[in-house]
């Protein structure tokens, strides 16, 4: 493995104000995780796992296991972010093979995990990740939100496939989930066995080192006093899927409110208002959440 360059240092510092990570269904793993320090921020979402059996079966999920083999490697190395992820892959591929046969484990079963983070380099905050996770930069000094995403355009195209799957299922059921069964598992399976190839353009953290030439990052000048909320997909649906607030508007409501009050806005939409994915098309009731906000300072 190449020698890893140090990130330049900087003056300014993170200060976390919230965070938060809450379980789609209580008796699920949370495959969801998050870390920080004064200088980054990151959380991770495992996708859950639909191989027949699980690889770790002395964590709570593979993914789980997966996101908090992830996280401390995200928060203690100091290099490119690309450089980091081919870190992470790699280690993550000895340790699966430690327990499984790769080349005979489906594509399908291989734990991945998506992530968004920032970190300081100097005065600028660099935003980046793989997967479906967002970030949103709230800039004061121009009263502007940066957005950045690996995969920007995911979210129409996973509610066109919810839609078409709960129909064929009669809805979400007693279960919550069309995840595990029938058609639903099926078309999954297809969908996650291209995930980490050039046919699908999904490329995540896992078993695939080639997913490091993949990362999407940017560059944004910051100040102290500037916001950034850093979100899984699961989080960022109050804003992206459901609708109830601008990015901005979220932004706001996590610095005055608090990202509890936002986690219990969120799970009455899924859980009281559209318990059925009736009028937002989902796989699940209820995914994991997870987020972070910060300020920059000096």
Not at 69 to 74: D, I, S
Not at 132 to 143: E, I, N, P, S, W
Request: net charge negative; proline share 4%; aromatic share 6%.
């Amino acid at each position: 493995m190449a020698v890893m360059g140090k990130i330049r240092m900087q003056s300014l510092k993170l200060e976390i104000l919230d965070h938060i990570s809450d379980p789609g269904h209580q008796d699920k793993a949370n495959d969801d995780a998050l870390c920080f320090n004064d200088h980054m921020a990151a959380v991770l979402d495992g996708a859950t796992g639909l191989g027949d059996h699980p690889i770790f079966d002395d964590a709570e999920s593979d993914a789980a296991w997966l996101s908090r083999f992830a996280a401390p490697m995200l928060a203690g190395l100091e290099a490119d972010l690309p450089e980091i992820v081919r870190a992470v892959n790699l280690a993550a591929c000895r340790e699966v093979a430690k327990r499984v046969d790769i080349s005979k484990l489906p594509a399908f079963a291989w734990p991945t995990c998506g992530f968004e983070m920032v970190r300081l380099c100097g005065d600028r905050l660099e935003v980046g990740g793989l997967g479906d996770c967002v970030a949103y930069v709230f800039l004061q000094g121009r009263d502007e939100i940066v957005r950045h995403s690996a995969l920007p355009a995911s979210r129409s195209g996973e509610t066109s496939a919810a839609r078409h799957l709960l129909d064929a299922a009669g809805g979400l059921g007693s279960e919550g989930s069309i995840v595990h069964s029938g058609e639903a598992l099926e078309r999954l399976r297809q969908v996650r066995s291209l995930s980490n190839t050039p046919k699908s353009g999904v490329w995540t953290l896992g078993l695939v080192e080639e997913a490091a030439e993949h990362v999407k990052t940017m560059q944004v000048a910051v100040e102290p006093g500037d916001v950034f909320l850093l979100m899984s997909d699961g989080f960022s649906a109050l804003s992206e899927a459901y609708g109830c607030h601008t990015p901005k508007g979220l932004v706001d409501a996590a610095t005055g409110r608090g990202l509890a009050v936002l986690m219990e806005e969120l799970r009455d939409v899924e859980r009281v208002l559209d318990p059925d994915g009736k009028r937002f098309a989902r796989f699940k009731r209820s995914d994991d959440a997870t987020a972070i906000l910060g300020r920059i300072r000096d």
